[in-house]
């Protein structure tokens, strides 16, 4: 059974600060890997979406790097802004291309 | 207008009840997915569904029923609602035709059973 971990559980930094999100996951034959952002209350919105040939996506102020054979993905944010608030979910999706598997989130603050 | 809506939003309901969840899509998405979110277990898969005549149990479908009724809707039934399903409960979608796979959610539809 496929397990998704993400560490930190919360992280707190100074507007402007580059952080590090990590995921990882137990079963190596996913299909690609999806971050998430959740503001509260709110649905998830797709940040990012790897797939397993590749090894990192970017977007904006964002890159998310994939490393099947360890078993692990980070999100980078840079020179972070308080509008970065608000839990970011990985996700890994099955081989067969249907079923996600979530980590429980990192809470990220970020400060003015 | 969002692409993923879900109704109720907000749900109070009595232990025994049934209460149904409704989602409806304008993507034209083949797939639709119920999960639902606790605090300290992440979000689960309850129900998917490829298409209209393909319905498929996730990890926690004990207690939930689905039903398909079109492309566009992917309603969630609690036959007998009992309060350890409370939680917050997503729909998301995906499209076949792109193979990458990513899912479109709604927003969401928090659910109190007393």
């Known amino acids: 059974k496929q397990e998704v971990t993400q560490i930190p559980a919360a992280l707190s930094v100074p507007e402007g600060e580059n952080l590090v999100l990590n995921c990882s996951f137990t079963?190596?034959?996913?299909?690609?890997l999806q971050w998430f952002r959740q503001d509260p209350g709110k649905g998830l919105t797709s940040l990012l979406l790897?797939?397993?040939?590749?090894r990192e996506q970017t977007s904006g102020r964002l890159n998310a790097s994939l490393d099947k054979s360890s078993g692990r993905s980070t999100l980078y944010i840079a020179a972070s802004q308080p509008g970065d608030s608000a839990t970011y979910l990985c996700?890994?999706?099955?081989?067969?291309?249907?079923?996600?598997?979530f980590g429980e989130g990192t809470q990220l603050t970020v400060n003015p | 207008d969002a692409d993923v809506t879900q109704t109720p939003r907000n749900r109070i309901t009595k232990t025994g009840k049934r209460i149904m969840l409704e989602c409806s899509q304008t993507?034209?998405?083949?797939?639709m997915y119920w999960y639902r979110q606790d605090p300290g277990l992440g979000l689960r898969l309850i129900y998917y569904?490829?298409?209209?005549?393909?319905?498929n149990k996730g990890e926690i479908s004990d207690g939930y029923s689905v039903s398909r009724q079109a492309q566009a809707k992917f309603s969630l039934s609690l036959e007998s609602a009992i309060p350890n399903q409370t939680a917050l409960y997503f729909c998301?979608?995906?499209?076949?035709?792109?193979?990458?796979?990513?899912?479109?959610f709604g927003p969401g539809t928090r659910l109190l059973v007393l």
């Open positions: 998301a979608t995906s499209d076949t035709t792109r193979a990458q796979g990513t899912q479109y």
């Open positions: 079963d190596s034959a996913i299909y690609n």
């Open positions: 790897i797939q397993s040939s590749q």
């Open positions: 996700a890994v999706i099955e081989t067969s291309g249907s079923r996600l598997t």
């Open positions: 993507k034209g998405h083949d797939r």
């Open positions: 569904s490829f298409d209209v005549k393909d319905i």
